[in-house]
């Protein structure tokens, strides 16, 4: 395929607004309680939205997924069983503290193990500190972690401020799910991963750019079972299976809309979940040679558009500006670390580049 960087960067920015705004649609369920549209929106996120894309673009799908060993198809569902924790915290936390501390802090802890882990999976990480980029790729992780202090600071600066206001803000339990929530994200990494394999089988099946769908099944499909079992003993305990069938009467009506709209929220949020994804694949292989930097991009359009819906939402109006100057410094850090990240990378492809160009190579 040929490479066009803009057109890359930009399916890229798609990406990040679809995954800045998912979980939005929430706000037009309110008649439901919370396990009602979690797993709908997962349902649909992790289920009939890979099934339908995967049938639609990889030729011979089943093909595909029998023809893969049964330890890859494992592996990989196992992970993505590990990884829905994550999800179900990630969600949760947003109800604590907000779209952008959430974003923020999450998405910052993904990009530091997302750069970390993979080196330490092929025993590369000492390596890493002597060649070319390596050093300010190290220095970059170190900035992300700064740049998340100085976010959770915020939120508990904010905490401070709306103390008895009828607002609703946790930011202890807040931002320890949302560690929890970026350290598994990475876990997902290592599903996808896993999943090579299949890409390689469906590629040869003619797949292209749209290989990786198979394993989204499989990766999605162990998220979704680790929330089932857990939101289904929700459901059991709190009687809210009913609410999928009426809508409770007893709870605020302001904005919820009726029984069909929460059903079309929670499809549509389970749509832009796999929609981060679907176009983080296809921005990718359009980068060409500076497919190094899709990572970096991703994050950044994460954390900016989520920063976005923050304002929009007014998550941070009538705050002190000792606040929002925390949470502007925060940001910004974590913005410049990935650049760093980005431009590490580059000189580390570079030099290697430079060094199988060399005589004798």
Known sequence: MEANI???IALHAVGGIAAASCFVPQKGTSRWQFQNFWLLMCLAAW???PVIVA?????N??????GTEGKVLLKVTLLGAVYGFGGMAFGVAIRHIGYSLTYAVAIGISAVLGTILPLLQTGTLLQTFSVPGGSMIVTAGFMALGGIVLCG???KMKESQLAGSEVHFNAKLGLTLVVL???LSAVFGLSLAAGEPMDKLATAHGAGQFAAGAKYIFAMGGALITNLVWWGVVH?????WKDYKRLDTARNTRGGGGLASHYLFALFAGLLWYGQFFFYGLGHTRMGNYGFISWGVHMAMLIFFSFIIGLILKEWKGLKSSTLAMLAAGLTVLLTSFALIVYGSYQGEQASKTEQQAPGH
């Open 47 to 49: 289920l009939i939205v």
């Open 181 to 183: 929530a970026g350290v």
């Open 55 to 59: 049938s639609l673009t990889v030729p």
């Open 236 to 240: 059991t305990r709190c009687g809210t």
């Open 153 to 155: 600071i915020a939120g």
């Open 61 to 66: 799908l089943w093909g595909v997924i029998a």
């Open 6 to 8: 803009f057109l890359g």
